[in-house]
């Protein structure tokens, strides 16, 4: 039997609020998200410009434009977003890991029951009618041997009375035969200009197609979260129909 393909789906689960102190005389713009509004605050809690004296920085649209004008980045960390992503492959989750300015929480092949096979199809197999074919069926030989080490595994740790320890002894052994095309989900949070970074060198049309997917799915849930901060990337559809972004502001982000 062939492994089954996963669905992709990214959610945006959480994001920063903010609640100005009552003791400061400014009052957000009407029209700014919470982020873009913190970042504001943030800004100009540095030199208590809180009357906004210069005309071109008085929106909170133009005050984040400004401070990515001249670099002063730091102020994106102040806000943050968390994403769940699902669907994604144990390789792409790999390199997405590699931010290290994320935080993340991925499922654990050791604690959770793998169940039906889920595999994630690269993006230049699928489609392939031939390709995908084998492919799947390859996906589902290392799944049978998987089943195959995990019952033979389980009898040998059949005398541990502990039956939670039991089940993590035969799966952490088992799963090392698992392809690198196996479906994980996981919990990722950053700041905004962690997100940025991660966009900008993960959506750019040369990285690798399935984690370029994820970057333009978390990039299209930031937009709408906060467009002052992200609406400087546009999205362009390449001619095999994926899609990439960038941004203007590629230095430090």
């Excluded at 935080?103 to 197999?125: A, C, K, N, T």
Aim: glycine share 4%.
């Amino acid at each position: 039997m062939n492994a089954t393909p996963a669905e992709f789906s990214v959610r945006l689960i959480a994001h920063t609020t903010f609640t100005p102190p009552e003791d400061v005389d400014w009052v957000p713009e009407a029209t700014a998200g919470d982020a873009a509004s913190l970042i504001e605050f943030s800004g100009r809690a540095c030199y208590e410009t809180w009357d906004r004296p210069n005309p071109h920085t008085a929106s909170a649209e133009a005050y984040v434009r400004h401070i990515m004008d001249v670099g002063h980045l730091s102020l994106l960390e102040h806000a943050s977003a968390t994403m769940y992503l699902r669907g994604v492959s144990r390789s792409c989750a790999q390199e997405i890991m590699r931010h290290r300015h994320f935080s993340f929480s991925q499922l654990s092949q050791r604690y959770v029951p793998s169940g039906e096979s889920q595999v994630v199809v690269p993006d230049s197999i699928r489609g392939d009618r031939e390709l995908e074919d084998l492919f799947l069926r390859s996906t589902a030989v290392a799944r049978e041997s998987y089943e195959e080490l995990l019952e033979a595994l389980e009898e040998r740790f059949a005398g541990e009375s502990n039956t939670v320890l039991r089940a993590k002894q035969a799966r952490q052994a088992a799963r090392s035969v698992l392809p690198n095309a196996t479906e994980t989900r996981f919990v990722v949070t950053g700041n905004l200009r962690s997100w940025r970074h991660f966009i900008a060198m993960r959506a750019a049309e040369h990285a690798d197609p399935e984690i370029r997917r994820v970057a333009v799915a978390c990039l299209n849930l930031l937009q709408d979260l906060s467009p002052e901060v992200f609406a400087d990337f546009t999205v362009t559809r390449l001619r095999d129909g994926s899609e990439t972004a960038t941004s203007p502001y590629v230095a430090d982000m």
